[in-house]
């Protein structure tokens, strides 16, 4: 996959963060001042950890604070999802009995975004509501799951790689057999995304994950996985946890993402080293949605809406550190941070783009077959 991404000159005579923060708040919020001083309901936003600007000293998201000085629209900020399964699971009930379930804005990644837009659990975006939609990088803009992004906006890309504590490992992860060395025998990790874990397996395979491929190739890569746990290599197949783990030194190699690495070496003195596998990694992107009950969809389109502005996306990047959906924002990056706008974690060069791809999209028996062979395989089923 290649890239290109296109320049905007969105802050020439602006100078400073706060200015920076200021134009960024002027043009994203979405809403007239009439809407945002009768609009008193808060927007209940749930998001996986570590995946919004935060402010330890403030205990508080700074970017929402801004969002809501500026339009008087509080935002209940929840980091309630840990996997993409288990979180759907909590709310499939609600969400078949076409009930409101708790929550305004979900981000889910791409397969199961899909499954929520091909359900109807989501509500269809007022395009006029969300003018920033037009800063999504062109080509996140007609991803299979939602051509013309008509109801759902990528909040991040995720890279799926190699991740290792630097001091048990100073050489680094760069292939499998690497990855699972005699020496980190019972402290490994590995995603229960399926689509990660298997996508770098069956790679490192010889398979290409971007076309369909046969159940047999998929099974040769269970296999793989069922053998190194039964031969007590993984000790825990989890979600986003991993990253606990990884600090506390139960864990000391992982196939983990890049942005929780990014941001666990930030607390922790650089710790920890992460790399994209020789043969290949997995990108996919996490999406913001509205279920289809909720009872507050303008106020929900105006915090959606704000994110795509290329000075608020980059002020979010910059703490995050996944790759960045939003045109513009490498530029705005240079006065928030000069340091993070060569930062190919965030803004990918092509050399990089050609090392990542993406899992190809499965049929429904696919993604029953092969979900059930992951689940057996990784003792949770």
């Known amino acids: 996959m290649s890239l290109e991404i296109s320049r905007r000159d969105l802050i020439k005579g602006v100078g400073g963060l706060s200015a920076a923060s200021v134009l960024g ?45 500026k339009t008087g629209i509080p935002v209940k900020y929840m980091e309630v999802i840990d996997d993409n399964d288990t979180f759907t699971a909590k709310v499939t009930p609600q969400l078949r009995l076409k009930k409101d379930i708790g929550y305004d804005i979900v981000v889910l990644t791409e397969w199961m975004a899909s499954r929520w837009i091909n359900g109807g659990y989501v509500t269809k975006f007022d395009d006029a509501k969300i003018p920033n939609k037009k800063n999504v990088l062109p080509f ?52 229960s ?15 290409d994950i971007t076309k369909p491929f ?19 290599f993984i000790r825990q197949v989890k979600g986003q946890s991993y990253q606990e783990d990884l600090i506390s030194g139960d864990a000391v190699a992982v196939i983990g993402w890049s942005g929780d ?13 992460f ?15 509205i279920p289809a009950q909720s009872p507050n969809k303008v106020s929900a389109e ?60 499965l049929s429904q028996a696919e993604q029953i077959s092969f979900s059930t062979a992951f689940q057996k395989a990784s003792g949770n089923a």
């Not at 046969?214 to 007590?232: C, P, T």
């Not at 790399?275 to 949605?289: E, L, Y």
């Open 25 to 69: 708040l002027t043009s994203a919020t979405g809403l007239d001042a009439a809407q945002a001083a009768s609009s008193k309901q808060a927007v209940r936003f749930a998001n996986w950890s570590l995946y919004l600007d935060y402010d330890n000293k403030a205990k508080n998201y700074p970017t929402l604070v801004d969002f809501t000085k």
């Open 140 to 191: 996140l803009l007609n991803r299979p799951l939602d051509p013309g992004r008509h109801y759902s906006l990528p909040w991040a890309g995720v890279i799926a790689g190699f991740a290792w504590n630097t001091k048990h490992t100073p050489k680094g992860i760069h292939t499998m057999e690497q990855l699972f060395a005699p020496a980190n025998k019972g402290k490994i990790e590995v995603l």
């Open 193 to 207: 995304e399926m689509r990660d874990t298997m996508g770098l397996i069956l790679m490192w395979q010889g398979v």
């Open 214 to 232: 046969s159940q047999d190739k998929f099974m040769n890569a269970i296999d793989y996985l069922q053998k190194m746990i039964h031969d007590g």
């Open 261 to 273: 690495i990014n941001q666990l070496n930030a607390q922790n003195s650089n710790q920890f080293g």
């Open 275 to 289: 790399a994209i596998p020789d043969s290949g990694g997995t990108f996919t992107t996490d999406n913001m949605m």
């Open 302 to 361: 105006a915090v959606i809406n704000y994110y795509y502005d290329p000075v608020v996306a980059a002020r979010v990047a910059n703490y995050i550190n996944y790759i960045c959906p939003v045109s513009g924002a490498q530029e705005a990056m240079a006065k928030i941070n000069p340091a993070q706008v060569h930062n190919k974690l965030i803004f990918p060069d092509d050399a990089m783009w050609k090392k990542l791809h993406v899992f190809h999209p």
